[in-house]
């Protein structure tokens, strides 16, 4: 981190908007900055509507606003900043800390940066909170955000993902073969057979989509932000299969795994060790497991492993998944300070899959992705618009490269 910060600076003063209540933090966070050559405070507020006047006023390049606040709180400001002003803006709490739904809710709302105000306690020294603090504030005045109207109408276009596969059920009481259109049954989703009208074996007919691709997303600080606009935007109805490796502390990915899945259609599961990957789900793991990906059959299954020296998990998990499904590996790499994913993207395009970067301008820490796009050759750099349309059309591509589908089942 300490190495990353001394990379960061501003080409000119960023002009600072501080909305919150607390006389006694403001006056805190203006000592802390006072004597700052990279940040300039513009306005302060002292309660939501205040700051959306001053807001429209003085037009600041970075915005902290507190989610607690009388007359009108930090969400209430935050949604409207992003409907008519959008503006980058670093949310603080004092009850909230990083990882938590609010947390969460503020990201999901148009925050580029959450931070607890827990984190900035005089204990830790006034030079390296104020390090800290500019560091973020610099970071966030480097996110190109837009319009919330914008973000959910830029989807009008995408492609519908392709309608479930009708299957075969043999009847186990009279041996009549059934062909079953998914959709079919009562409200329970139980199928009667057509021959003598016994229930037929009821199983879920997602465990049994083809996997038209599996897509690897590489995700560090930062990225939750991106995921919570691509991954809650896509249908259940996906046939491919998305795995994402979060560089965040263990506690955060289980919270954060939790309300994603709460706010997608597609599943949202956290990954664990003997996992079979199926179609329409998202998993969640961390980079702190090393994960490979193994075939048996038609089951594909996750296995702990132990990656080669200069190998992260991300590199590990890209390559073995290339290593099996060769060009249906579709690799997207999102926000993060990590420098790690070079050799598994040099792997995805050895066997034909496709490589994604997510654009830096989307990206609270661009560090990971501009170290790809150093070192390896990608099909694109890509909105987060672009990275739903890809990963809706890649069940399609796999299909025109290799004429075939890969088959996930649970057993």
């Given amino acids: 981190m300490a190495e990353t910060k001394t990379k960061l600076s501003a080409h000119r003063q960023i002009r600072l908007l501080i909305i919150d209540d607390s006389l006694m933090f403001r006056r805190f966070?203006?000592?802390?900055?006072?004597?700052s050559s990279t940040v300039s405070i513009v306005g302060e507020a002292a309660n939501g509507l205040e700051g959306v006047e001053l807001l429209n006023?003085?037009?600041?390049?970075?915005?902290?606003?507190?989610?607690?606040?009388?007359?009108?709180?930090?969400?209430?400001?935050?949604?409207?900043?992003?409907?008519?002003?959008?503006?980058?803006t670093l949310m603080l709490s004092s009850i909230s800390r990083e990882g938590t739904a609010r947390c969460f809710d503020a990201l999901k709302n148009g925050a580029v940066d959450f931070l607890?105000?827990?984190?900035?306690?005089?204990?830790?020294?006034?030079?390296?909170?104020?390090?800290?603090?500019?560091?973020?504030?610099?970071?966030?005045?480097?996110?190109?955000?837009?319009?919330?109207?914008?973000?959910?109408?830029?989807n009008n276009h995408l492609s519908a993902a392709p309608p479930a596969e009708p299957r075969v059920i043999f009847c186990e009481d009279c041996g009549a073969r059934n062909i079953i259109d998914p959709g079919n049954g009562d409200e329970q989703g139980k199928?009667?057979?057509?021959?003598?009208?016994?229930?037929?074996?009821?199983?879920?007919?997602?465990?049994?989509?083809?996997?038209?691709?599996?897509?690897?997303?590489?995700?560090?600080?930062?990225?939750?932000?991106?995921?919570?606009?691509?991954?809650?935007?896509?249908?259940?109805e996906m046939s491919g299969a998305l795995i994402v490796v979060l560089h965040e502390a263990y506690d955060h990915i289980d919270s954060f795994a939790r309300y994603l899945k709460a706010v997608s259609s597609i599943n949202v599961l956290r990954l664990n060790e003997g996992m079979n990957i199926e179609a329409g789900n998202c998993y969640i793991a961390s980079s702190a497991d090393c994960f490979h990906m193994v075939a048996h059959s038609t089951n594909?299954?996750?296995?702990?492993?132990?990656?080669?020296?200069?190998?992260?998990?991300?590199?590990?998990?890209?390559?073995?998944?290339?290593?099996?499904?060769?060009g249906r590996i579709v690799a997207l790499v999102l926000s993060g300070e990590e420098l790690e994913g070079v050799r598994g993207f040099q792997r995805v395009k050895q066997s034909g899959g496709t490589a994604l970067v997510l654009n830096s301008a989307s990206c609270l820490c661009k560090e990971m992705g501009e170290n790809i796009l150093k070192k390896c050759s990608?099909?694109?750099?890509?909105?987060?618009?672009?990275?739903?349309?890809?990963?809706?059309?890649?069940?399609?591509?796999?299909?025109?490269?290799?004429?075939?589908?890969?088959?996930?089942?649970?057993?």
Avoid: W
């Fill in 29 to 35: 966070l203006r000592e802390l900055l006072v004597d």
């Fill in 57 to 88: 006023k003085y037009r600041p390049d970075v915005v902290l606003a507190d989610m607690e606040m009388p007359i009108m709180d930090g969400m209430a400001v935050l949604q409207h900043i992003m409907l008519h002003r959008p503006t980058p």
């Fill in 116 to 154: 607890g105000k827990d984190q900035l306690h005089p204990g830790k020294g006034l030079e390296s909170l104020k390090n800290e603090l500019v560091y973020r504030i610099i970071r966030a005045s480097k996110v190109k955000v837009q319009s919330k109207t914008m973000i959910r109408g830029a």
């Fill in 191 to 236: 199928v009667a057979c057509q021959q003598c009208g016994d229930l037929l074996e009821a199983l879920d007919i997602t465990k049994y989509r083809r996997v038209s691709y599996i897509g690897v997303i590489g995700a560090g600080r930062g990225s939750t932000v991106n995921l919570l606009t691509i991954i809650s935007r896509l249908p259940a």
């Fill in 300 to 326: 594909y299954t996750i296995r702990h492993s132990t990656p080669e020296p200069g190998q992260g998990p991300l590199d590990l998990l890209i390559s073995s998944i290339a290593a099996i499904v060769k």
């Fill in 378 to 411: 990608v099909d694109k750099i890509v909105d987060e618009g672009d990275c739903i349309n890809f990963l809706l059309e890649a069940q399609e591509t796999t299909r025109q490269v290799t004429g075939a589908d890969v088959v996930g089942r649970t057993g």
